[in-house]
């Protein structure tokens, strides 16, 4: 074998080697999700979304003061604590605060923590609208929408790093988020989710809503109100952030109407 053979099969060993180290490293952080039935490419494991999502709360707290209105955040955890114990993501123990904020607002940060604005509060009516906003943000967490928005927002230059090392990336991001500012936290929170997510957080709160006993005319209620307070340029912030509104009220409008036949024996189960 001459010295030219001798060094193209060397080379080929490592590519080999290369694309071995590269596709059992993606395989790690394939895993199957419950809420979205699929397969997926996640690099924060559960308990990093839980790390990152507590070192969130710190900042949140330096923002935004928490209500001190016993009586609507009693009422916001019974509905939210009653929605989570029928979701899919049960690697999270759900956090649910209420905002002293006149905004209509309502948002979700890895690991199950959901917030929600008084002033979005207080302009729902019944449990059933509020439950309708709570489970659409459960749903954005179990189908673990919001992991990758932080993931992504965090940047995926690491990404090559990480697959052919053993680095803990939880532990990584979650440092990054812990130097982060309030502030620039929110800008990772304020984008929007994409049309697909939106569809399937929606799709996930009929299921979450219906499994958990509520009026899923409630979905519509809530949608009907947002609607209702979109002036022309001034729109709420909850619909910046979730958008495609219109479109997503004639798709979740069918998802109510097969949701008995679809979650009963779920229901059975339960
Ligand atoms: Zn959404």
Redesign the pocket.
């Given at each position: 074998m001459t010295n030219k053979h001798r060094y193209r099969s060397l080379f080929l060993i490592f590519c080999f080697l290369l694309i071995s180290l590269f596709l059992n490293g993606c395989a790690r952080f394939k895993a199957y999700n419950v809420a979205t039935e699929r397969y997926e490419f996640i690099l924060l494991s559960p308990e990093a979304e839980v790390s990152i999502g507590q070192d969130s709360h710190k900042s949140i707290l330096k923002e935004y003061k928490i209500s001190s209105d016993g009586e609507k955040q009693k009422r916001l955890n019974d509905i939210g604590k009653r929605l989570a114990g029928v979701s899919d993501q049960k690697a999270y123990d759900y956090h649910f605060f209420l905002i002293e904020k006149d905004e209509l607002n309502a948002f979700t940060t890895p690991g199950g923590y959901v917030y929600f604005f008084t002033g979005l509060f207080d302009k729902l009516e019944t449990d059933d609208a509020i439950a309708s906003v709570v489970a659409?943000?459960i749903g954005?967490n179990s189908a673990r929408h919001i992991a990758k928005k932080f993931q992504a927002a965090l940047g995926y230059k690491i990404v090559g790093s990480i697959i052919l090392s053993t680095v803990d990336m939880g532990g990584a991001f979650a440092t990054q988020i812990a130097s982060m500012s309030a502030s620039a936290l929110m800008n990772i929170v304020s984008a929007s989710?994409s049309r697909q997510?939106?569809y399937e957080?929606d799709s996930l709160s009929v299921k979450y809503m219906f499994l958990a006993g509520y009026d899923l005319n409630g979905i519509i209620e809530s949608f009907d109100i947002l609607m209702a307070e979109s002036k022309g340029s001034s729109v709420p912030a909850w619909l910046r952030?979730?958008p495609f509104i219109e479109d997503r009220i004639e798709v979740v409008k069918e998802e109510i109407v097969f949701a008995p036949y679809r979650y009963k024996e779920i229901q059975k189960n339960k």
């Open positions: 659409h943000e954005h989710f997510d939106e957080a952030t979730h």
